[in-house]
C-alpha cells in the first residue's frame, strides 16, 4: 500500500520544519542518540527528543531503547522512506553541513576511545571477555552450529585476538582475519602461529568496507563485534556481502542486558540484540536465517546468542556485487 493523502500530509507536516529536516538529514547517515542530536544541533535535549517524538508519531523514524538510552534511525518502511529521500534530495547541496561536521566529531571521538580502549585492553583482551560469560559454552555451541567444514575461505571480522580463527581455521583450506586495532592483529598472529596455522592471512581492516570480494567466503564470522558499532546493520549487510551461494554467517553477541557500566567500562554503544532485530538485518540482507541458539547464561546473567544464516544455493550474486 501507498501512503493515503492524510498520512503523506502529516509525514511532510512533521517533516516541514528546519531542525527536523537537519535530523533526517543526520539519520541518514547512521542511527544517533538524543545525547548526540543534541550536541551537534546545539539544542537542549528537551527540545531535540519534542522534535523526534512529532516524526516517530508520523512514522518517519522509529525509536529504540538501548539500556539507559534511547536511539532513533529513519523508518525502515519503504514508502516513508522514499518520501525522505525525496525530500532530502532536493535540499540545497550545503544544507547541514555544518552539522556533518560535527557529526563527523561525534564518530571521531567515539572511535578515538574505542582504539584507545582496544589498544590497551589487547593484551588481556581473551581474559576480559570471558568475564561476563562461559567461552567454552559459547565456543561449544558455536562449533556445533558452523559445522565440521571443511571450508573453503573463513572470514572473521574483528578478529580480535584470533580466537575464531584458532578455533576454525585448521578447518579451512583458506582463513582470513581482519582487525582495526594493529595491537590486537599482533596479537591474534602470535596465536596463529601458536597454533601452527599457516594459511591465514591477517590484515588491517574496516569491517565496514573489507575490499573483499562479494561472494568469496563459505563461512563468515562477526564474534563479539556488533555491541561497538554504531552502525550494526550495516556491518551485517558487509559481511553477507561475502557469503557465497550455499555459505554461512555466523554472528555471536550479547542479547539484550541492562549492564549499563558497560558502555562507559568497555566501550559498548549497545546493550545487546533481540533476534528480531539480528533476523531481520540477515533477512535484508539477502540470506536466511535458522532459529537462534542461546548457550546457557552464566552466573553474571548475561546471555550470549549465536544468530546462523545462509545464502540460498540458487540465489544470485548480483545484488551483492553492486555494493561492493
Given at each position: 500500500m501507498s501512503l493515503t493523502a492524510d498520512q503523506t500530509v502529516e509525514a511532510l507536516r512533521a517533516a516541514g520544519e528546519p531542525t527536523r529536516l537537519r535530523i533526517l538529514s543526520l539519520l541518514a547517515g547512521e542511527e544517533l542518540s538524543?545525547?548526540?542530536?543534541?550536541?551537534?544541533?546545539?539544542?537542549?535535549?528537551?527540545?531535540?527528543?519534542?522534535?523526534?517524538?512529532?516524526?516517530?508519531?508520523?512514522g518517519l523514524i522509529e525509536r529504540f531503547p538501548d539500556g539507559a538510552r534511547v536511539y532513533y534511525r529513519l523508518s525502515h518502511d519503504a514508502h516513508a522512506r522514499r518520501l525522505i529521500d525525496t525530500v532530502?534530495?532536493?535540499?540545497?547541496?550545503?544544507?547541514?553541513?555544518?552539522?556533518h561536521r560535527r557529526l563527523d566529531e561525534v564518530r571521531k571521538d567515539r572511535e578515538?576511545?574505542?582504539?584507545?580502549?582496544?589498544?590497551?585492553?589487547?593484551?588481556?583482551?581473551?581474559?576480559l571477555?570471558?568475564?561476563?560469560?562461559?567461552?567454552?559454552?559459547?565456543?561449544?555451541?558455536?562449533?556445533k552450529a558452523v559445522g565440521p567444514g571443511p571450508?573453503?575461505?573463513?572470514?572473521?571480522?574483528?578478529?580480535?585476538?584470533?580466537?575464531?580463527?584458532?578455533?576454525?581455521?585448521?578447518?579451512?583450506?583458506?582463513?582470513?582475519g581482519l582487525d582495526l586495532s594493529q595491537n590486537m592483529l599482533n596479537i591474534a598472529r602470535a596465536n596463529v602461529s601458536k597454533a601452527g596455522l599457516n594459511k591465514v592471512e591477517l590484515r588491517h581492516g574496516d569491517i565496514f568496507a573489507t575490499r573483499l570480494p562479494a561472494g568469496s567466503a563459505d563461512l563468515v564470522i562477526v564474534h563479539?563485534?556488533?555491541?561497538?558499532?554504531?552502525?550494526?546493520?550495516?556491518?551485517?549487510?558487509?559481511?553477507?556481502?561475502?557469503?557465497?551461494?550455499?555459505?554461512?554467517?555466523?554472528?555471536?553477541?550479547?542479547?539484550?542486558h541492562d549492564f549499563e557500566h558497560m558502555r562507559e567500562a568497555h566501550q559498548h554503544r549497545r546493550l545487546g540484540f533481540a533476534d528480531h532485530e539480528i533476523n531481520g538485518w540477515l533477512t535484508d540482507s539477502g540470506l536466511t536465517p535458522s532459529p537462534p541458539i542461546a548457550p546457557p547464561?552464566?552466573?553474571?546473567?548475561?546471555?550470549?546468542?549465536?544468530?546462523?544464516a545462509e545464502r540460498p544455493v540458487n540465489a544470485s550474486l548480483a545484488q551483492a556485487r553492486k555494493t561492493a
Open positions: 538524543v545525547m548526540e542530536m543534541s550536541r551537534i544541533l546545539d539544542q537542549s535535549q528537551p527540545r531535540v527528543s519534542r522534535h523526534l517524538k512529532l516524526m516517530t508519531d508520523a532530502l534530495d532536493i535540499l540545497a547541496d550545503d544544507a547541514g553541513e555544518a552539522d578515538q576511545a574505542a582504539e584507545s580502549y582496544f589498544e590497551q585492553i589487547a593484551p588481556q583482551w581473551d581474559r571477555r570471558s568475564l561476563y560469560v562461559s567461552e567454552a559454552a559459547v565456543e561449544a555451541a558455536l562449533e571450508f573453503k575461505r573463513v572470514v572473521d571480522l574483528g578478529t580480535g585476538s584470533g580466537r575464531m580463527l584458532t578455533l576454525f581455521g585448521k578447518k579451512a583450506k583458506m582463513s582470513v563479539q563485534v556488533l555491541h561497538y558499532l554504531a552502525d550494526p546493520f550495516a556491518a551485517v549487510a558487509e559481511a553477507a556481502r561475502l557469503v557465497c551461494p550455499g555459505g554461512r554467517l555466523v554472528i555471536v553477541d550479547f542479547a539484550p547464561p552464566d552466573n553474571e546473567g548475561l546471555t550470549v546468542t549465536i544468530w546462523t
